[in-house]
Structure formats: structure tokens, C-alpha cells
């Protein structure tokens, strides 16, 4: 489940701070209705970045919810016990 | 090809790389800044950050002296200056970062006077079990200080959105960089008398959430690109074998609990609730031991802060406000009340520590070409990228001074611009994307946190076929998409280097540090004989390995050192 930052239209001013700040270039700019587009959900790293830069409170940054979870996957694998009275 | 011409030029605009323009500009007559994202908010501490961390504290009440690292030093212990390790780090390298240490916060608090306390002091937390202390900041916007004090230096000129892609080279001599806009698709030569690489630390290397590219602890703009760039112009790099491991409270922000002392800092208990860390000493090696509770089967793990001293968690509580203030939104998601509740952590792997090989005035290698930050093997962290950007900066500029006019080289442009462009001509081209995934996935099930050689082997063989089979095969269908090609093209080879090079380290190091690993469950045990680097290079368009040993003090900076002692004693 992708959760992109969202952009209140209702407030959005056209600014255009989120779309020079983002530092993945996740916003493109809509040149005909002069306001941002979040057009690369896939590259969001969930920085905060826009939601801190726009100066009126239209960009929303939430956490995805697969990431509430907090159990490590692949990288240490459970293994019983590694060879740890040996190491170091 | 549109040529640029400056005496320096920096490729990265972070921390090391402001640093380094902030330096070069003192004495260089132009200097150009290439930065992937913006320069107010590019790098790993564009979100903020909460502690800097110093091994020397100038006027800073019981702080240790630059004499203190300096018997450190001569005694081979730890001088531990922000991230510093028992070995395998270079002693010059930390003598000038224990010298350079309080000039550099100076400098810092010229552009983020937040960094003191509204009264004017410092916020100091000593860790008595680390050679160094930290200061707690206000700094949520440290990198935006910093950025717009750079944009206001009149002899830097700096290109945002522009990717820094290969080196300029010729004779063996480094001139200056190729750049990409990454919004316009251009490809411009930017030619210089000295060019300095502070790309940052190399990322996105194994899968950390499936479900996600970018969910890394380290800024996904930091690809390696610095490290990538400088292996194909020929330079030597070290350090590809060993990864960094890190613990995270929710994905990325990891550092949201900072560094406290071990009886001062949040308990960390596993599923069944026990102690993790139940002794001061281990405190230091505390990520290797939370990693064994997951490789035991005791994971989730969790800090509990029920019983931290009230004014320990004031400083975390505040802490959490500008070390990716995003954090404390994600927390109130969840309904965690840190104060109250269990709060999961999880281990991540931020990264590696492959670096450019240089000498303490960020030397590399190669001729006209200086490093600084996470793209050299000196010290890591904020503390770090001032002290090496700014040295990189100082001596880049210097050499600029006397070196000759850069040129450029006609054949290397055609061909690289070609390469660059290459993916915009490939009608449905595979997705880079998809690629980095497919890559990081082998790392992590081929490699991962315990290494076996058959496995590696294997996972490189696999690597080397994906390469061959996809990369010519990726395309895009913008400017953007061409970044990520160009990203994805040094992913690959920084993958080959660091599993070839952790196929070669037959030994398991800094298993008692944590943070930086190389377990070897064939080899379980640290070997004194191999108290020396790896040494990777491309020689002939092949990648090759040795080894170096570790420097010793040089006279020179012994030299420097007695007398910089000798005037502070004054």
C-alpha cells in the first residue's frame, strides 16, 4: 500500500516550494493549473520534506502502514544460534 | 556538449560538499557546487538533525583536548572522534579531525546559531564509555541554514538538480565531471583544475522492507555515485567489505534516540522482554548484539524509556522535534506514547562504508582529485563531513592554484554522453528501477548480515549476470528516469566490489562495534593478520583487489600537531 504525501488543492497556493525541494524529485509541475503533482509515488522517502517546506499546510506526509510493522525481514536471517561466543 | 569551466569543482551538496565549497572559496577563484536535489535541502541532514557529535570540545567545559586524542593516538586506542574505530581508520586522518574539531562547529554556528542554547551555551551529553561527546541542537533546519549561507558565497555557483555521472579524465589525471541535469536531460562537461567528491555514503544496497525501493535510513540520493565514478576513472577505494548497520524507530529517522550513556539512554528489551544490553561495556557493540536477538528469534525488539532520568528524555523528547521531525507525526500514527509505551525498532542496513581512498588532506589517488564526507574513509556523520569536506575544499583549492589549464577530453564526451543518453532511445526499456530491486534483493539472500563465501559466489556470479543480461537493456522515458539509469549503473558496480571484497576478508572484524560488520561464519574469528585494507581498483577495465597496510602517524602531521598543541597550550 502506497502511501504518497498528499496535496490539498483546496489550500495549495502554487508556490511550487514542494516541486523545488523534494529531494527525489517526486513532484512534477502542472504548468497549465500552475500547482504540483505527486506523479512518482514509487521514489517517496517519506522525508517530510514538502510537508515542512509548504508555507500553508497543504501537503500531507504519512507513514505507509506496511511499515507499522517492525520486524526485521531477510537481512538477519534467524538462524537458532550463530557462532556469537566465537566472534570478536 | 556544453562546457563549464571553474578552478574547483564539488560533486555533492551536502554537509561535506557546502563544507568543501565553503573552504575552496576562500581561496580558489571560482568554484561550481554540482547537487543532485537543492543545496538548501540535499544530503542526509536535509530533515534535520539533533546532535553533532565532537571528540574535541575547544572551550567546551570538560571536553576532552586536542592533547588527550593526541596520547590516544600514539597509544593505538580509539580517539574516538564522532564515529572513529579501533582500526583500520587512518591516525593522520583523526589527528587532523581532532585538531580541525571546534573550528568546524564555529563555522557551523556562523550560519545556524540554533546550535546553542537560548541562554548561549552548549547542550553537552558526555558518553563516558566513547571518547567523544555530543551536542544536542535545535537543528531542524541546519541543512537549510547551511545551504542558503553557500548560495550566498559569490564565487561558488551552484547547480542544483545535476547529478555529478563520470570524471573527467586524461592521462590519469582527473579534470573536473560530467554532469546531469536530471530535469532537462542535459549533459554538461564541468571542467576544473581540482574537482572534490562528496556524493555521500553508498545506500540502497540491500532490501530493508520489501515493499518499498527507497525505505532507507540513509538518504536515497546517496547511490555511491562519488565512490562509483572515482572506480572508473581508476581510483583505489577500501572498505567495500563492510557494512553499516543501524537501528531505526520507525523506517527512516534512525537516529531519532541519539547517543546517551548507557544508564541514561532508553532500555532496549526483546520479544520476551528481557535486557538486550545489560552491561556498560557492551554498550559499544550494542547493534551486533540486538542483531543476534533477531538472528535467535527473539525479535521484535523495542526501547523502553518508562525509566529514563526526566531530563535525559527532555532531551530526547526535544530531540525528536529536529532529527527528521517527520518522526514524531509517524509516531502518534501508530498511537505510540514514548514516554509510555514500548517503542519497535529495527535493525537496517544503511549502507557501506566503500570509500575513496585518501590521505588526511583528502587526497586521493588519482591527480586533481580530492574526496570528503561518507565518499572517504575518515569518519562519517555531520561531524565528519565538515572536518573532511572542509580539508578536501581547502587542499582542492590549493591545487588548483598551480595546476594547469583542465581539458577536455573529446572522445570520453561523445561516448559517455552517448551512455547517459542511451535509455531515452529504448522504446520499453526494463524499469531501473525494478533492476535495483532485483540486485539489492540478491545482496540481501546471497550476502546479508552473516557472509559465507559459497554463497557470495554465488550471489556475484548472479550479479554479474544481471548486468550483463539488463543494464543494456534499461530504458526511460524522461530526464528523471535517466538518473535513476545512471544510479542503477554504479549500484551494480558498487555490489561487485563489496562482495568480492567480502569474499576476500577471510575473517570476521568489528563484530564488536556493530555498526560496521563483516561476519564471516566461515572465518567466526578476528585475524590480526588481517589488520590491513582491501584495496579495490579497475585496472584494464578489470576489477582488482589487494591489500594495503594501515598508515602510521606521518611525521609531518606529528609535526603540525606539537605545534598546534604548543599554541593552544599559549
Given amino acids: 500500500m502506497r502511501i504518497p504525501p498528499k496535496v490539498d488543492y483546496s489550500k495549495c497556493t502554487g508556490c511550487g516550494a514542494c516541486y523545488r525541494e523534494c529531494p527525489c524529485d517526486c513532484y512534477t509541475w502542472n504548468e497549465a493549473k500552475a500547482r504540483p503533482i505527486m506523479s512518482r509515488p514509487k521514489e517517496c522517502w517519506h522525508c517530510g520534506i514538502c510537508e515542512f517546506e509548504c508555507p500553508v499546510n497543504a501537503v500531507d506526509v504519512a507513514l505507509p502502514p506496511q511499515s507499522w510493522t517492525e520486524i526485521n525481514k531477510r537481512f538477519i536471517v534467524p538462524m537458532g544460534r550463530p557462532p556469537q561466543e566465537r566472534i570478536g | ?570
Avoid at chain 2, 592554484?401 to 522504446?427: C, F, G, S, W
Fill in chain 2, 1 to 570: 556538449m556544453k562546457v563549464q569551466r571553474s578552478d574547483v569543482l564539488i560533486v555533492g551538496g551536502g554537509i561535506a560538499g557546502c563544507f568543501a565549497a565553503l573552504a575552496a572559496s576562500k581561496t580558489a577563484g571560482t568554484v561550481t557546487l554540482l547537487e543532485k536535489s537543492t543545496v538548501r535541502r540535499g544530503g542526509a541532514v536535509g530533515p534535520g538533525m539533533d546532535q553533532i557529535m565532537l571528540g574535541i570540545g575547544g572551550p567546551v567545559p570538560g571536553a576532552p583536548s586536542l592533547e588527550d586524542a593526541y596520547k590516544r593516538t600514539l597509544a593505538d586506542e580509539v580517539t574516538g572522534n564522532v564515529a572513529s574505530f579501533s582500526s583500520l581508520v587512518d591516525p593522520n586522518i583523526e589527528m587532523y579531525n581532532a585538531r580541525d574539531s571546534y573550528d568546524r562547529l564555529l563555522d557551523w554556528e556562523r550560519f545556524e546559531p540554533k546550535i546553542r542554547e537560548e541562554d548561549g551555551g552548549y547542550s553537552v551529553t558526555f558518553i563516558p564509555e566513547r571518547f567523544f561527546f555530543t551536542l544536542n541542537v535545535r537543528g531542524a533546519n541546519l541543512k537549510v541554514r547551511l545551504g542558503e549561507g553557500i548560495l550566498r558565497i559569490p564565487n561558488v555557483s551552484v547547480v542544483e538538480r545535476t547529478m555529478g555521472v563520470d570524471l573527467i579524465t586524461s592521462g590519469g589525471r582527473v579534470f573536473g565531471a560530467f554532469g546531469l541535469n536530471t530535469r532537462t536531460g542535459e549533459v554538461t562537461a564541468y571542467l576544473a583544475k581540482a574537482t572534490v567528491l562528496t556524493s555521500g555514503i553508498a545506500a540502497r544496497q540491500y532490501i530493508e522492507t520489501p515493499e518499498s525501493l527507497f525505505m532507507t535510513w540513509h538518504c536515497p540520493n546517496n547511490v555511491g555515485d562519488g565512490q562509483a565514478m572515482a572506480y572508473r576513472a581508476g581510483a583505489e577505494l577500501i572498505n567495500a567489505e563492510f557494512g553499516f548497520l543501524d537501528y531505526a524507530s520507525c523506517r527512516e529517522g534512525g537516529g531519532v534516540f541519539g547517543l546517551h550513556p548507557f544508564d541514561r539512554m532508553p532500555i532496549i528489551k526483546n520479544r520476551l522482554g528481557e535486557r538486550v544490553i545489560k552491561r556498560r561495556e557492551d554498550h559499544e557493540r550494542r547493534v551486533y548484539l540486538m542483531a543476534r536477538e533477531v538472528a535467535e528469534g527473539r525479535a521484535p525488539l523495542y526501547f523502553d524509556c518508562s525509566e529514563m532520568p526526566e531530563e535525559e528524555f527532555k532531551i530526547l523528547d526535544r530531540n525528536l522535534d529536529h532529527e527528521y521531525p517527520i518522526t514524531r507525526k509517524w509516531f502518534r500514527q501508530r498511537g505510540i506514547d514514548i514516554r509510555k509505551d514500548l517503542v519497535p525498532i529495527q535493525l537496517v542496513p544503511a549502507g557501506l562504508y566503500l570509500s575513496v581512498l585518501s590521505d588526511e588532506n583528502g587526497a586521493t589517488s588519482l591527480g586533481g582529485l580530492y574526496a570528503g564526507g561518507d565518499t572517504m574513509a575518515g569518519e562519517g556523520s555531520l561531524a565528519g563531513a565538515t572536518l573532511t569536506g572542509y580539508r578536501a575544499g581547502t587542499s582542492a583549492a590549493l591545487y588548483s592554484r598551480r595546476a594547469e589549464k583542465p581539458e577536455l577530453n573529446d572522445v570520453q564526451a561523445t561516448e559517455l554522453e552517448e551512455l547517459v543518453k542511451a535509455p531515452l532511445e529504448r522504446d520499453g526499456g526494463y524499469d531501473p528501477i525494478d533492476l535495483e530491486e532485483a540486485v539489492r534483493g540478491i545482496k540481501t539472500d546471497y550476502v546479508g548480515f552473516y557472509k559465507t563465501e559459497g554463497l557470495m559466489r554465488k550471489g556475484v556470479d548472479l550479479i554479474t549476470r544481471l548486468s550483463e543480461t539488463y543494464l543494456p537493456r534499461i530504458g526511460a522515458s524522461d530526464p528523471h528516469g535517466l538518473m535513476r539509469c545512471a544510479e542503477v549503473r554504479s549500484l551494480l558496480e558498487i555490489s561487485e566490489m563489496h562482495i568480492r571484497a567480502s569474499i576476500e576478508r577471510r575473517e570476521t572484524r568489528f563484530a564488536r562495534m556493530g555498526m560496521m560488520h563483516h561476519i564471516r561464519l566461515d572465518y567466526p574469528e578476528r585475524d590480526r593478520a588481517w589488520r590491513k585494507w582491501i584495496v579495490v581498483r579497475r585496472r584494464e577495465g578489470e576489477m582488482s583487489l589487494s591489500t594495503r597496510d594501515i598508515p602510521h602517524l606521518k611525521g609531518s602531521v606529528r609535526e603540525n600537531i606539537d605545534a598546534e598543541i604548543a599554541r593552544r597550550r599559549r
